[in-house]
């Protein structure tokens, strides 16, 4: 169905040779079929009591991205500031739209399926259904466009919130130079004159394959130099590759064995074999490292460029911004209140009146520095003045001296005991919220069973905690 609607380019893209297709039912009373490929889910078939490829394909926002909306479907190109509506799960009004363009020459029609996007990205932030004809767009009032699936909902955070370039917080900035406008496809002229024109000649190719080698042996003598110890040796190729080179490399860049001269990893891993930088294992079908030459000059000369400017550390910090994917924190705290350690150190309370065990060993220790408590002929052991002894309301038989452990135990006995929960506050805009309850954290009880059949997970414990949270965020 798909190469027949879009063609076998484009399915190919989307539907690989000997991809793994899985088909899956919406539960409760919902007729929806979620398609998934290598384990991506590309379509959603809306008439699930349909045979599959006969009732209506939506593609996903994942679908739109691999292959760009407007190969799939008409667009509907709103204004950059609406954006953040649209986030919100809001329609599209008609005063909101910049323009529309085609599929493929195929104007939108009232009623069909088209993709949302802002002004001068081309990512799709939205799928939905046409309310009005593409020809009184844009308009002065109306709802132009019903949407079914948006950047930011549920279904996006189940597919692990991934964002496109320009999607940064409830915002979309615009990635390209050129203004989106109404236009016609080229004829198979233009279309030929201008992949001539962009065709790369022989020389530049070879300069591109020269780039990617230097990137490649600068991500691997970064991986050598900073993540890989000679206890993880040995180590396969494979994950070397994938798990120590790729996630080290620049932020913004991209590492292709395919599009450099080696073609193979294991060619450019004897490569680096002949270099003198690593041993491989002998006779291996897959290579694998067995040595690393530390003290190789290439290695000893490196230097690496810091972690926060890696692909991993920005990786990272969009699985942040993008809060369903992080986990649920809690920690057990303690309510400062007026305590006379404030006073005394002439620190502000904090922001939510709780420390934690080192904040509370820390203030302590800033306290005994401050006025050298600290036994001479013991520096690990502290005396006690007034203000400390104040702490040992519960000790039925206190001694002369303490150690910073112990003193801060005893202070914490003095303190009401309560537990931070920190937990993503969910959709687009990311973010976390935090907030403190009395007493310590509760136990929680993971535990399977089968019901009617189905395998389910069932969690006790975190219900005093879930009155602020969205169960999915739970779940996940």
């Known amino acids: 169905a798909v190469a027949a609607a879009h ?9 690989p040779n000997k991809a793994d297709v899985i088909v899956r039912k919406a539960g409760g009373g919902s007729n929806l079929q979620f398609i998934f490929i290598n384990s991506e ?68 029609r009232e009623g069909r399926l088209v993709a949302v996007r802002a002004e001068g990205n081309p990512g799709a932030a939205a799928v939905g259904r046409l309310r009005m004809p593409a020809a009184s767009l844009p308009g002065p009032k109306g ?36 203004a989106d406008a109404i236009s016609a496809q080229p004829d198979e002229a233009e279309t030929a004159a201008a992949a001539e024109a962009e065709a790369p000649g022989e020389d530049q190719s070879k300069a591109t394959e020269s780039a990617m080698v230097k990137d490649l042996e600068e991500c691997l003598l970064q ?33 292709d064995v395919k599009a450099s001269s080696f073609k193979k990893l294991s060619t450019f891993l004897s490569h680096a074999e002949e270099k003198g930088w690593l041993a491989l294992k002998k006779n291996s079908a897959d290579p694998v490292v067995t040595r690393i030459f ?41 309510k400062v209140g007026k305590l006379p350690l404030l006073e005394a150190l002439k620190l502000e309370a904090p922001q939510d009146g709780c420390w934690t065990r080192d904040e509370c060993t820390a203030a302590l220790k800033s306290y005994v520095d401050s006025r050298e408590l600290w036994l001479k002929n013991n520096r690990k052991r502290i005396g006690m003045d007034a203000l400390l002894t104040s702490f040992l309301a519960f000790e039925e038989a206190p001694s002369a ?46 535990r399977t069973d089968t019901r009617r059949g189905h395998h389910v997970t069932l969690i006790h414990g975190l219900e005093v905690c879930c009155g602020c949270l969205q169960i999915w965020h739970v779940a996940s």
């Open 294 to 334: 530390r003290d190789h000059p290439d290695l000893v000369g490196w230097k690496p460029w810091p972690k926060h400017v890696t692909a991993e550390a920005e990786e990272g910090e969009g699985q942040e911004s993008s809060a369903p994917s992080a986990s649920i924190q809690i920690e057990l705290v303690w």
């Open 223 to 255: 991986a050598l130099k900073v993540r890989i110890k000679d206890r993880d040796l040995p180590l396969a190729g494979n994950a070397l590759y994938a798990q120590h080179m790729r996630p080290c490399r620049r932020a913004g860049s991209n590492i």
């Open 7 to 15: 063609g076998e380019d484009l399915a190919s893209v989307l539907l």
């Open 41 to 108: 889910c590309l379509f959603v078939q809306l008439d699930g009591k349909a045979d599959m490829g006969v009732g209506e394909l939506m593609p996903t926002l994942l679908a739109l991205w691999k292959v760009g909306a407007e190969a799939m479907l008409p667009s509907v190109v709103i204004q950059r500031p609406v954006a953040k509506f649209i986030f919100g799960g809001a329609n599209v009004m008609a005063p909101g739209i910049h323009s529309v363009l085609p599929c493929k020459g195929e104007v939108a």
């Open 401 to 446: 001296s303490f150690s910073l452990e112990s003193l801060s135990d005893l202070l914490l006995r003095t303190l009401p005991a309560c537990h931070r929960v920190t937990a993503p506050k969910g959709g687009a805009a990311g973010g976390f919220k935090q907030y403190v309850r009395p007493g310590k954290p509760p136990t929680v009880q993971v």
């Open 143 to 178: 709802e132009a466009v019903e949407v079914l699936h948006y950047f930011g909902d549920a279904f996006w955070e189940a597919m692990g919130s991934p964002r496109p370039a320009g999607f940064v917080g409830d915002q979309i900035h615009s990635t390209s130079d050129t």
